[in-house]
């Protein structure tokens, strides 16, 4: 890919909890403090009492709309990017959803059986599992970046492991994108 590197400026660590990927935060690592990170990283479960809206979530989500070929989401590590999740990639979109206690918004995807293993193999071909913060992903709409995450250690050793699921999380720091990205992706107006 010719793309320039996403911007800095914004950064998350993502996580993985007992089945489900999910973020340990969000927003800039400045405003986060340790404890947040700390804490809900190694939640065991998605406590959805955190959960500030009252849209749809995943088993109400629709396919996305976009072109299958479509980038939703990338990694980069030393400057090597890839493609690791592409609107083929995904079987299900649900409606966005916040988490005040750690100050994040999120999308819940489901992804195919093909997307999970492209997603974890994007990620082990660029990155350094040993050393996650190294690797970054990067969420698109439509063409452009809009959000610059690390790889969180529990993403990266399940990708080791090989327990990736199909539940996944796209990460946003601001809720004005993450009902964007939804829009984006169904094509439509309903998150």
Same mark, same amino acid.
Request: glycine share 8%; charged share 30%.
């Given at each position: ?84 999740? &592409? ?14 206690? +750690?100050? +994040?918004? +999120? ?51 399940? &990708? ?32």
């Amino acid at each position: 890919m010719s793309r320039p590197p996403a911007p800095r400026r914004r950064r998350a660590v993502l996580g993985i909890t007992a089945t489900t990927i999910v973020s340990a935060v969000a927003g800039c690592l400045e405003s986060a403090t340790e404890d947040a990170v700390n804490g809900h990283e190694n939640d065991s479960t998605h406590d959805s009492s955190d959960e500030t809206d009252d849209t749809d979530d995943l088993e109400d989500g629709s396919q996305p709309a976009v072109d299958d070929e479509t980038t939703l989401l990338s990694v980069e590590h030393d400057g090597d990017q890839r493609d690791a999740i &592409i609107a083929g990639d995904v079987a299900t979109v649900g409606s966005a959803a916040s988490v005040d206690e +750690y100050g +994040y918004h +999120y999308v819940p995807m489901e992804l195919t059986e093909d997307g999970t293993d492209a997603f974890a193999e994007a990620v082990d071909a660029v990155g350094d599992l040993e050393e996650p913060e190294s690797t970054e992903i990067h969420t698109h709409n439509d063409g452009e970046v809009v959000e610059s995450h690390t790889l969180g250690p529990n993403l990266a050793a399940a &990708i080791d492991d090989g327990e990736v699921t199909r539940d996944f999380e796209a990460i946003f720091t601001e809720e004005s994108e993450a009902t964007a990205f939804v829009e984006w992706v169904r094509g439509d107006q309903s998150s």
